[in-house]
């Protein structure tokens, strides 16, 4: 398996010296220009970006920004909520299509959707049957601009109830049963719902497009910490990078060459250490790993 290996511009979110998405406890010293400039630099093949960063730059400004870094788009992010009743959808439907327009003008293949926020007091099963309905839409409309939508196994707990586990997902996958959907599997996203990484992406293989590579771990008693997430059973984990955590890469590695996977593999960091240290090391770490 020779899978071209990709930076998120999020990995920088703790670094950035204004316009970041998480609440930090000391101040960035990136611009999200020099973001761009730093992957291109790191070596990376590729690019994701996340459209709350970039929302006021057009897409040519990104794809020329991208191509004097001298690394292609390769997947664009946003948060769309399609976690919505069937009369209301239109209007978020809408809003999702703009988006994919979006990411097919800046060339990239992939976007990736967020795709909404569980609503409390409405029975799972009925705002699993409105996201369906949503991201089928919207698969059908990156199906006619030539784009494939994905989504993830993801620690994003206003999502997780719905997209936790690699079986969650798949399900989802095999309901809308469209070539534009198809699944990202997040290596340390099942930490956080206490399911084996191997067992998420053996549910999620028929489906697979894209990889995060993403590793974490659990913080001790008392630890002090200013990024960190909870799984569903109150365990605090920390990102790390990606020798480091608790998720094992070698095998998942060696699993996704058995079932020729010939998509990219993608490096997500969510610590608190300086980004540029830790995904040089990390890109030189999965190309070890691949050879």
Known sequence: MSSSILLIDYNFDWVLREGYLNPRTRAGFLTLEEVVSTCGELGADGLELMHP??????????????????????????????????????????RTFRLLDRTAEMGARLAMIVPGTVKPGVPLAEQRSWLVEGLAACAAHAQSVGITLVAENIDYPPVQPLMGTGAECAAIAAEIDSPAFRLIFDTAAPLFVHEAPRQAMAAMAPYLAHVHLKNARPLKPGEPAG???DSTRGRRFQGTSLREGVVDLKPLLAELQRLHYNGCLSIEY???????DVLRQDIAYVRRLLR
């Open 53 to 94: 960063y970039w929302e006021d730059h057009s897409a040519r400004q990104l794809k020329r920004m991208a191509a004097e870094a001298g690394l292609p788009l390769v997947c664009y992010i946003f948060h769309s909520d399609l976690i919505v009743p069937s009369g209301y959808g239109r209007e978020a439907a809408e």
């Open 270 to 276: 969510q610590g608190e250490a300086d980004p540029r």
């Open 227 to 229: 990024r960190y997430l």
